[in-house]
């Protein structure tokens, strides 16, 4: 300490500190990660739920036909989050198998280029609860706009 004074930048550490800072480091990057994670999940519900409400929104036409074939609104609308639902299930089932995958390679890649023990786990567990908070999410989000192009008049069917 006394080598070096007081330089800006410059601090002695014993073992011991160093070593708790850092972790206190790696906990707080890992923290941070997991807010990340979170944010993008969300971020991607709302993403997919808008996509399938533009779609959903655009068959306001041929739901309306559908009607004057003598569906009512409650039908409409089930099969509309019915629909929505196979597509969020095989797209999340795709998107799981991808990031799986994907995970598993990097770290391989990780372990065989830089050394880093990166262990690899499949956590079915976090798997099924992403693949649910998705759902739940886009599904909650898809629901008011699939009930209003559920509601559509029969007349609208004959404006295409």
Not at 82 to 94: K, M
Not at 98 to 106: E, F, I, R, S
């Amino acid at each position: 300490e006394r080598a070096i004074g007081y330089r800006p930048g410059l601090r002695v550490q014993s073992f011991r500190e160093r070593q708790a800072q850092y972790a206190a480091d790696s906990r707080q990057g890992l923290h941070a990660l997991s807010e990340i994670a979170g944010m993008l999940l969300i971020a991607a519900a709302l993403a997919v739920a808008s996509a399938l409400s533009a779609a959903i929104w655009q068959r306001r036409a041929r739901l309306a036909a559908l009607k004057i074939q003598g569906y009512d609104t409650a039908q409409l609308w089930r099969a509309v989050l019915l629909e929505s639902a196979i597509v969020l299930g095989v797209g999340c089932a795709i998107g799981a198998t991808a990031g799986v995958y994907g995970h598993a390679l990097a770290s391989r890649w990780l372990r065989l280029t830089t050394g880093f023990p990166a262990p690899f786990a499949l956590g079915l567990g976090e798997v099924f609860l992403t693949f649910a908070l998705l759902a739940i999410i886009a599904l909650a989000v898809l629901s008011l706009p699939g009930l209003a192009a559920a509601r559509a008049p029969a007349r609208a069917a004959f404006q295409e």
